[in-house]
């Protein structure tokens, strides 16, 4: 299975700020998520990263505060905007080789903001 | 909607009991069902999927559809299987799209 790799593993933010996380795979994969788990909650998809196009949101889930991007097959940035004190989550990336392959997960960043 | 639920946010057991987590989910199309799981300080890692019909560190799930089930079982708990368990629901025909359960954790005391 793909190896998957998140950038930063955890950040302390200001309110207001933005923060960028990267998520990198070490294969090419066809399809590539982003989750947010919230605090004593479950998974919830934000977003499917498309290459090369727009990323398609999940309800309750927009792009100007989740831009999402990216450029190849192996890599995705989701961008967590003007954040606050509700954006303390854990923000996972996931990753599917291909075919009917199951989504691998990456380590998770946890971002808190103050 | 689609939605997955585990009934049992916290579970505990002894070594050498059996052990069932329980999954129940609401979904109007073709199920795949997964089980995930994640250790302390691990990342969350896929246990099984119900279309394998495998059985991974003597856990087996079989696919209800019936009762909309996916119950995780193992006979003989071990210690080791103390961890983070989540129940998900596949949808569009396959992996693309997984709706968690809130997860059930397992604790097996020696």
């Known amino acids: 299975s793909a190896v998957i790799s998140q950038k930063p593993s955890r950040d302390i933010c200001q309110r207001g700020t933005s923060l960028t996380i990267q998520c990198q795979v070490d294969?090419?994969?066809?399809?590539m998520f982003w989750y947010r788990q919230q605090p004593g909650q479950s998974l919830t998809l934000i977003a499917t990263?498309?290459?090369?196009?727009?990323?398609?949101?999940e309800s309750g889930f927009v792009i100007d505060k989740f831009p999402i991007s990216r450029p190849n097959l192996t890599f995705s940035t989701l961008t967590v905007s003007n954040m606050s004190p509700e954006d303390s989550s854990i923000y996972l990336c996931?990753?599917?080789?291909?075919?009917?392959?199951?989504?691998?997960f990456g380590d998770g960043t946890r971002l808190s903001i103050l | 909607a689609q939605r997955v639920t585990q009934p049992e946010k916290l579970l505990s057991v002894f070594k050498g009991a059996p052990v069932e987590l329980k999954c129940n989910y609401s979904?109007?199309?073709?199920?795949?069902l997964f089980w995930y799981v994640q250790y302390s300080r691990q990342r969350l890692q896929l246990l099984l999927r119900?279309?394998s019909r495998e059985s991974i560190k003597g856990f087996t799930a079989d696919l209800n559809k019936g009762e909309t089930s996916f119950h995780l079982k193992k006979p003989f708990a071990q210690e080791e299987d103390s961890a983070m368990y989540y129940c998900?629901?596949?949808?569009?025909?396959?992996?693309?799209?997984?709706?968690f359960g809130k997860g059930t954790k397992l604790t097996v005391n020696p």
């Open positions: 990263a498309n290459q090369g196009s727009e990323a398609t949101y």
């Open positions: 996931s990753a599917v080789t291909g075919g009917n392959q199951p989504q691998h």
């Open positions: 979904y109007s199309g073709s199920p795949e």
């Open positions: 294969s090419q994969v066809t399809m």
């Open positions: 998900a629901l596949g949808l569009q025909g396959g992996s693309e799209k997984l709706v």
């Open positions: 119900h279309i």
